[in-house]
């Protein structure tokens, strides 16, 4: 149980280009969904705290209007990096946490930007 | 101080051997403990879930928590090659109504055959 599926696993674009990232709960609600960033041989840096239904919270020096966040559903949040840029390029891992109980985050497999 | 350390190794082992890694924290508001394992170009995946002191058994994974001394070990018996990864220890408080998850920098492990 609790798997979170990220799509697209892999992503190489040109500049300037939108890009958008799915972060699904297969076999559980989640009120909450989180978006991570990783850097290479680094530990994740949290962006942003996303809530059904209500707007995101977005960590210090995260641009808000850069990256987009939805979450239309407790199943469901999106991830649009906005106009990518090189510097854009990264690792963004998603992860979700079940409504109910005291339950902790289980996260997707990344997605793999690349910004040419 | 950082919040949460982390020995990023890297660190290896014979197969077979047992394997401790652990992490220490400054802020006593934590509430929950977990490690993660996280294999190359993936997401982590949870191994271990606690939130109190002691000692919690799954399989080959043992996870020992010391709230006293802001200690967490993950001990991993009869080591495979396939545990060759990078754990990561993680901390949980709420902040504002939220979550936060602290991560350490991740101990880097291989298991030789």
């Known amino acids: 149980g609790a798997v979170v599926s990220q799509h697209p696993s892999r992503v190489i674009c040109k500049s300037g280009t939108s890009v958008k990232i799915e972060c699904r709960s297969l076999?559980?609600?989640?009120?909450?969904m989180f978006w991570y960033r990783q850097f290479p041989k680094k530990s994740l840096m949290l962006m942003a705290t996303?809530?059904?239904?209500?707007?995101?919270?977005?960590e210090q020096g995260v641009e808000k209007d850069k990256f987009l966040i939805n979450h239309a559903s407790l199943t469901l949040s999106t991830l649009t990096v906005t106009s990518a840029h090189p510097e854009d390029s990264s690792f963004y891992i998603c992860?979700?946490?079940?409504?109910?109980?005291?339950?902790?985050?289980?996260f997707g497999d990344g997605t793999r930007l690349s910004i040419l | 101080q950082k919040e949460v350390e982390q020995d990023p190794g890297p660190l290896s082992v014979p197969e077979g051997a047992i394997v401790s890694l652990n992490c220490t924290y400054s802020?006593?508001?934590?509430?929950?403990f977990m490690w993660y394992r996280q294999y190359s170009r993936k997401g982590p995946e949870l191994l271990m879930y606690t939130y109190s002191s002691g000692n919690k058994e799954d399989g080959r994974f043992t996870a020992q928590v010391d709230k006293s001394s802001k200690y967490i070990s993950l001990f991993i018996r009869d080591s495979q090659p396939s545990d060759s990864a990078t754990y990561l220890c993680a901390m949980s408080l709420t902040q504002g109504g939220s979550e936060k998850l602290v991560f350490g920098k991740g101990t880097k492990l291989t298991v030789n055959p």
């Open positions: 076999d559980f609600q989640a009120t909450t």
């Open positions: 996303s809530n059904e239904g209500s707007k995101a919270t977005y």
């Open positions: 992860s979700a946490k079940a409504s109910w109980g005291l339950q902790p985050q289980h």
């Open positions: 802020n006593s508001a934590f509430q929950y």
